[in-house]
C-alpha cells in the first residue's frame, strides 16, 4: 500500500494556497450522507442541505418512529422537486445495539474509583450504583478485566458525557463494574459498548425485519446500512431478506463496520457488500486508539481496488454546536479524501447539530480543496497495477476512458449505462473530472440506479427517457448524447471548445469516443 503523495507545484509558494476557489456546479467529487433528525427535517433545512452538497438523506432507525421519519422523508421528497437536486434514501437498522435506560431521565453522576452494577431487570431506576440494561446476555459475555463503555456520544456527538468501566465481578445476571474515571450522565439513552467481546445478539433483528419490511419497502430505499456487520453471512442474510420483498431487491447493502469482529473478517465482508461504512465511533473504542488511522487507510485503500463505495464517519463532532471544526477535524476530512474516501458520513452533526446546512457546506469544501492535491496520476497507476493482466472487457474500457479524458484534458465524461455498472468502473479510477452517468432504466425499473450513483465520489447521474436504449444499435444515440450534453451546458460543466469522452455500448461493442464542442 503506497501513500499518496500531495500534488504540489514545485516550488511552493505559500501565498498561492490563500487564493480563492473557483466556482463549480459540482461543490466536491467527494460525496456528502447527512443523518435527518430534529434540526435538518423541515422542508427549507432540506433544501439548504440539497443545495449545499448532500446527496444521501440517512434515516437511523435506533431512536424516532416510523411516523416520525416518515415526515421527514415526505419533505425530504418536497425539497428535492424544489431544488431539482436527487437525493438518495438510506435506511440504519439498529442492530445488536446495547443501551442503558433512565427512565426517570434523572442525572446520574459516577465517581472514579466508585462500584456501580450492570443489571437487565429494567424495573429498576437508574441511579450512581445501578445502570439498567436491555440485554440480559452480558453476564455471560463478559469477564472480570473486561472493559466497557457507557456513554451519550452517539446521541449527541460530544463523547464528555461518557464513562470507561472495568468489569469487577459477575453475580447471576449482574455485573459489578469499577468506574474508571468520574462522569455525568444525562438523558434517557446510553449507549453500551463491551470492547472486544462478542455480543450474542443477530444482526439483523426482528424489529430492523419489520421496518425494512414496511417503511423500507413502501418508501424503496436505496440503501441499506448493516449496523455492526460482523461477518460475510451478516450481509448475505440481509440480501436473502430483500430479495424476498421484490420491489427492494435492488437496495444495495452496505456493511457498517463497528468492532474487531467485523476487521477481522473485512475481506469476505467486502466481497459480499455493495459498500462499506466504516464506523469510527464505535471502531474507536473497540480498537487501540494508535491503530483507528491504519485500519481506516487499508480498509479504503481495500474499498478502492474493489471499486466498491468507503464511507467514513465522526469527522466533525464538534459542529453539532459550532459553526467551525476543529482544526484536527479539518485535516482529518481532508485526510480521508487523500486516503480514497467516496463519502463523508454526518451523524449527530446534522441529525441535532445547530448548524447543519453549514456543516454540509464547510465538509464539502474540505473535500473539494483535497480533491485537488490528490495525486490521480499516482493512485490509476496503482489501481490498474492492481487489477493486473488480462484485465476484463469492462475494466479495460473504463480505464481507457479514464486515461484519454486526461491525456486530452476532457472537461468531463458521459457514460451511457443501464444498470450503472460501467460508470461505477469509469468512477473507480478516480478521474479528475466528473463523470455524467446517464442513466438508461428498464421501462419496468424506477429510478433507484441512478440514486445509487449519489455515494459515489465523482459520479453525478442524469436520468435519461427509457424509451432511448443504453446500447444504441447505429454508431450515434444522439438525441440521448445532446440531453446529456445540454444539461452539462446548463450546468456549467461544459463550454464551448471543450472536449469530451463518451463511453456508451454500439451494438455488442463498447464503444470510447472523443469528441471537441462547436460554438
Not at 67 to 94: F, G, I, P, S, W
Not at 110 to 129: F, H, K, M, N
Request: proline fraction near 4%; charge should be neutral; charged fraction near 25%.
Amino acid at each position: 500500500m503506497h501513500a499518496n503523495h500531495l500534488l504540489l507545484e514545485e516550488p511552493i509558494r505559500m501565498a498561492t494556497i490563500l487564493e480563492p476557489s473557483k466556482a463549480s456546479f459540482f461543490p466536491a467529487m467527494t460525496k456528502i450522507v447527512g443523518t435527518m433528525g430534529p434540526t435538518s427535517r423541515s422542508r427549507e433545512v432540506i433544501s439548504g442541505c440539497l443545495q449545499a452538497g448532500m446527496s444521501v438523506a440517512r434515516f437511523d432507525f435506533s431512536w424516532g418512529d416510523p411516523e416520525y421519519h416518515q415526515e421527514t422523508l415526505e419533505n425530504l421528497r418536497a425539497a428535492v422537486k424544489t431544488t431539482k437536486k436527487l437525493c438518495a434514501v438510506m435506511l440504519d437498522t439498529v442492530g445488536p445495539e446495547l443501551l442503558v435506560v433512565n427512565n426517570s431521565d434523572k442525572t446520574i453522576s459516577l465517581q472514579e474509583d466508585g462500584i456501580v452494577v450492570l443489571t437487565p431487570d429494567q424495573g429498576r431506576e437508574a441511579s450512581s450504583d445501578v445502570l439498567p440494561i436491555n440485554f440480559s446476555g452480558l453476564s455471560k459475555a463478559v469477564k472480570k478485566g473486561d472493559t466497557i463503555f457507557v456513554g451519550q456520544y452517539l446521541f449527541t456527538g460530544s463523547e464528555s458525557t461518557s464513562v470507561w468501566l472495568e468489569v469487577d465481578e459477575v453475580k447471576g445476571q449482574d455485573v459489578v463494574c469499577v468506574i474508571k474515571n468520574t462522569a455525568t450522565l444525562t438523558g434517557s439513552l446510553f449507549t453500551l459498548h463491551a470492547c472486544q467481546i462478542r455480543i450474542d445478539l443477530p444482526t439483523l433483528s426482528d424489529k430492523d425485519k419489520e421496518v425494512i419490511g414496511t417503511w423500507g419497502f413502501k418508501n424503496k430505499i436505496d440503501f441499506l446500512s448493516l449496523s455492526f456487520t460482523r461477518h460475510a453471512e451478516d450481509v448475505r442474510e440481509a440480501r436473502e431478506f430483500l430479495s424476498k420483498l421484490g420491489d427492494i431487491s435492488q437496495t444495495q447493502v452496505f456493511a457498517k463496520i463497528e468492532n474487531v469482529e467485523g476487521l477481522n473478517h473485512f475481506d469476505e465482508i467486502l466481497q459480499e457488500a455493495d459498500g462499506i461504512i466504516l464506523s469510527r465511533g464505535n471502531l474507536g473504542i473497540d480498537l487501540p486508539p494508535e491503530k483507528v488511522f491504519l485500519f481506516q487507510k487499508a480498509a479504503v485503500y481495500k474499498c478502492n481496488m474493489a471499486g466498491k463505495p468507503a464511507v467514513v464517519t465522526r469527522v466533525v463532532d464538534s459542529m453539532t454546536a459550532n459553526l467551525r471544526p476543529t482544526r484536527a477535524e479539518a485535516t482529518d476530512v481532508a485526510n480521508a479524501v487523500l486516503d480514497g474516501t467516496d463519502a463523508i458520513l454526518l451523524g449527530a452533526e446534522t441529525l441535532r447539530g445547530l448548524y447543519p446546512i453549514e456543516t454540509i457546506s464547510i465538509v464539502g469544501k474540505i473535500c473539494a480543496e483535497a480533491e485537488k492535491v490528490f495525486n490521480q496520476d499516482l493512485y490509476f497507476k496503482k489501481t490498474v497495477k492492481y487489477v493486473g493482466e488480462p484485465m476484463s472487457h469492462l475494466e479495460s474500457i473504463a480505464s481507457s476512458a479514464v486515461r484519454a479524458a486526461i491525456k486530452v484534458k476532457a472537461s468531463v465524461i458521459i457514460c451511457f449505462t443501464s444498470s450503472g455498472r460501467a460508470a461505477r468502473l469509469i468512477a473507480k479510477y478516480r478521474p479528475t473530472m466528473p463523470v455524467i452517468s446517464v442513466v438508461i432504466p428498464r421501462l419496468k425499473t424506477k429510478s433507484t440506479k441512478a440514486r445509487q450513483s449519489l455515494i459515489v465520489r465523482g459520479l453525478f447521474p442524469m436520468l435519461a427517457d427509457p424509451r432511448h436504449p443504453a446500447e444504441s444499435t447505429n454508431a450515434t444515440n444522439e438525441s440521448v448524447l445532446k440531453v446529456a450534453l445540454d444539461h452539462g451546458k446548463a450546468s456549467g460543466v461544459i463550454k464551448s471548445h471543450d472536449r469530451v469522452v463518451i463511453c456508451q455500448k454500439v451494438g455488442d461493442s463498447s464503444v470510447v469516443k472523443i469528441i471537441e464542442l462547436e460554438d
